[in-house]
């Protein structure tokens, strides 16, 4: 298809492990983002890259997280040493540089 | 105090009434405002996307922005069962690289038959 694809769409992991999540955006798109969503909390920004670099990455909750985007295209993000406060959606999308950003249907996490 | 407040509902309407949902923020430097849809298990998907005050439709859909009243709705006509979902308001400023979308919690809306 022709949207933001992200894979897996569910993974199920014991606390300590590490999980890699990732995303591949819509082609052409330059910008990319990640967001998290878990109940109560809504939808949080975690990272954007435009390219393979990233201006803005303040939304990263710890040192336990990264992201990395090669080729202009594919996203990688990486939590290590899950923690149970780790489970949720984590959502990605795309954009043509300032334009609306298109969501993928996300990756469920669940940390045991 | 959320920087985006959303009435998260439920709301339940019966098929063919208008809907109005609404948010409400305090950062006078968004400028970029959209709603998206979400249905369950599913990512959101966007319906409107405005910049700074006005109005905007597209189909059934209708946006409004007021800047001066910090203030964002959408309405939707002749609802449908299809559109039961959770409503999602969301804005951002528009300087450079700040490009993060700020949310609202959500409006989960139910369209009855």
């Known amino acids: 298809g022709a949207g933001v694809s992200q894979s897996p769409s569910n993974k199920v992991t014991e606390k300590g492990k590490d999980v890699e999540l990732r995303c591949d955006p819509i082609?052409?798109?330059?910008?990319l983002y990640w967001y998290r969503q878990s109940l109560g909390q809504g939808l949080e920004f975690l990272i954007y890259f435009q390219g393979n670099s990233a201006p803005d990455k303040s939304g990263l909750p710890s040192d336990r997280f990264s992201a990395e985007r090669t080729g202009g295209s594919v996203s990688t993000l990486t939590i290590q040493r899950t923690q149970q406060e780790d489970s949720a959606v984590y959502l990605c999308a795309s954009s043509w540089y300032n334009q609306p950003q298109h969501f993928g249907d996300g990756t469920r996490l669940s940390i045991l | 105090q959320k920087e985006v407040e959303q009435d998260p509902g439920p709301l339940s309407v019966p098929e063919g009434a208008i809907v109005s949902l609404n948010c409400t923020y305090s950062n006078s430097a968004f400028q970029y405002f959209m709603w998206y849809r979400q249905y369950s298990r599913k990512g959101p998907e966007l319906l409107m996307y405005?910049?700074s005050s006005g109005n905007k439709e597209d189909g059934r859909f209708t946006a409004q922005v007021d800047k001066s009243s910090k203030y964002i709705s959408l309405f939707i006509r002749d609802s449908q069962p299809s559109d039961s979902a959770t409503y999602l308001c969301a804005m951002r400023a528009g300087a450079g690289n700040n490009r993060k979308l700020i949310w609202g919690l959500g409006t989960s809306l139910a369209v009855n038959p």
């Open positions: 082609s052409g798109h330059t910008a």
């Open positions: 405005t910049y």
